[in-house]
């Protein structure tokens, strides 16, 4: 099994910025994507960005110019740089595991992950 545990959520006011956290342990892959959901309120859950085991990223057109996902394969941690946040980016924010044989091909459904975290709340005020 893999434990995800995300971390670096909290109240940011509008155009502040946040990093969030995602550690990985337990059994571990070698070749693996990664990815950030979020779910707003009321609403359903939702693609952010994710990353290759070859570094390909990929984004959600709403968080382009504002979030970098980046990953530290040696600490097994995944990131989400957050800048220029907006009320409409307040959601509980989820990273995601799947396994992957491909360097480059990378998905944005939510099925298609196989490991979560907990996930952590942005609140971002007006």
């Known amino acids: 099994q893999v434990q995800l545990v995300e971390s670096g959520g909290g109240l940011v006011q509008a155009g502040g910025s946040l990093r969030l956290s995602c550690a990985a342990s337990g059994r571990t892959f070698s070749m693996y994507n990664m990815a950030w959901f979020r779910q707003p309120p009321g609403k359903e859950r939702e693609f952010v960005a994710t990353?290759?085991?070859?570094?390909?990223?990929y984004y959600t057109e709403s968080v382009k110019d504002r979030f970098a996902i980046s990953r530290d394969n040696a600490k097994k941690i995944l990131y989400l740089q957050m800048i220029t946040l907006k009320p409409e980016d307040t959601a509980v924010y989820y990273c995601?595991?799947?396994?992957?044989?491909?360097?480059?091909?990378?998905?944005?459904?939510?099925?298609?992950?196989?490991?979560w975290g907990q996930g952590t709340q942005v609140t971002v005020s007006s």
């Open positions: 990353i290759t085991w070859g570094g390909r990223t």
């Open positions: 995601a595991l799947k396994q992957s044989l491909s360097s480059s091909y990378y998905t944005t459904l939510a099925r298609d992950y196989t490991y």
